[in-house]
């Protein structure tokens, strides 16, 4: 087996071995066809055309990704909240795939550094790492088919994020969860915020999350409360995620 | 292989055998789990609750419908409209799985024969047939996952009803198209209109479309250009799937 991983992987152009190590690393399992996963991450800029002429551009990936996260996550919200009306389904599931969500998604897999464009990253709006996170779902789906779309989102989405009593509102701040567990467990915690300026002047604040002296989350946000919520939250699924796996 | 589903079928009540036949002649496939398919057509009215005490209705399973249906169709699109962008590919489904299309389906199903309802059917307003159509949607991917799923909305809905010209607008009569192609094919036609009133005394017109004498199509509408329009869409869809099967 892995001979034969050394052979598909000699014969690849060395650029196209690192994309499909880092492809493979994100998705959990081996992508088939690299194309696939180029057009995810092409900007309609890059002037690319298909064997037939189309312009190639995320954008269509990102329309197949957002149909398949959709009925992915509203067959898991279906099956575990079986009390809930369909309105109450509605609700949950925008709540999950909302933009600032799937935004968050794109950045923590750093989906960006993958983009081809002839416009700068810089100059995308905030949308730009949501659309892609979607479009490498859309990827997939061509790729390897619905069951492996329903795999990497219960990996990505489902397991890390979506915890149906936050979503309800039961969970008010993160950072008083983070609190009241590390009183709980005789744990030591400390927010170190610091002033973080974005590149264009704008200012922002920049917070690390120290658990028994261990950087566990990091974020930056516009004011010192929001940055703190941020990083509790990151906190918080990351411990989450460990619990689940007890 | 037959011994076994007469077996199987002996086993179920005489009622429970009706439905199961019926609902298998409406998917094309044997059915698994017939609770299911009860609950896709339970109205909330009904008071039935599940084992956990939630109440039945049909509208959960509309909600997870609904999405797969989403998704089968945007893939659909994807693949068959490769020169169109997101924008196109988002307004080509919403065509598709507009609530007046839903309603034609559910009716052509005749779907509303399995309601368990205490309310009178009649009461329901015209939506009632989608929506039951996208709840059985939602019946067979529990019942039989994903790739069945697929399998009935292209047999049921992509297949006789998905034409991306008319789609795109460019199909502006189907009366005119079904008399070019009679005269093209040297055929007979005829539209036969009469008055056929709603039980609640309002004026409808009917219409039956004959081919060679023989009927073809029949519609009811508002007005007697309505009701041509409507039976000449249905004879041409009827027409479209003979031809694509040659």
């Known amino acids: 087996m892995s001979i034969f991983k050394k052979i598909f992987k000699k014969s690849r152009s060395q650029e196209d071995g690192i994309f499909f190590d880092a492809i493979q690393k ?9 194309n696939h996963y180029h057009k995810a991450f092409t900007h309609r800029s890059s002037g690319k055309l298909d064997t037939a002429g189309n312009a190639i551009s995320y954008e269509r990936l990102e329309f197949l990704g ?19 009306d369909e309105g109450y389904l509605t ?10 969500h799937l935004n968050e998604l794109g950045k923590d897999l750093d989906l960006i550094r993958f983009v081809e464009s002839k416009v700068p990253v810089q100059h995308f ?14 990827a997939i789906y061509l ?13 990505r989405v489902i397991i890390p994020y979506v ?18 567990w590390c009183q709980k467990e005789k744990k030591q915690f400390h927010y170190d915020i610091f002033e973080d300026n ?19 989350a990091k974020a930056r946000a516009t ?20 619990m689940n796996k007890k």
């Open 223 to 242: 004011s010192k409360k929001k940055a703190e919520e941020k990083a509790s939250q990151r906190a918080y699924f990351a411990f989450q995620e460990k």
């Open 163 to 180: 915890d149906i009593s936050r979503l309800e509102g039961k969970v008010i701040s993160y950072k008083s969860l983070i609190i009241e």
């Open 143 to 155: 790729d390897k088919g619905y069951p492996f779309c329903e795999k990497f989102i219960q990996q």
């Open 125 to 138: 709006g905030e949308n730009i790492h949501g659309n892609i996170f979607e479009s490498l779902i859309g």
């Open 26 to 34: 994100i998705l959990g399992f081996s992508p088939n066809e690299l």
């Open 66 to 84: 957002d149909a398949m996260l959709s009925s992915v996550i509203a067959a898991h919200l279906f099956n575990e909240a079986p009390y809930g």
């Open 91 to 100: 609700k949950m599931r925008s709540k999950i795939v909302s933009r600032e």
């Open 198 to 216: 974005a590149i264009d002047g704008q200012r922002l604040f920049g917070v690390k999350l120290s658990i028994d002296e261990k950087v566990i």
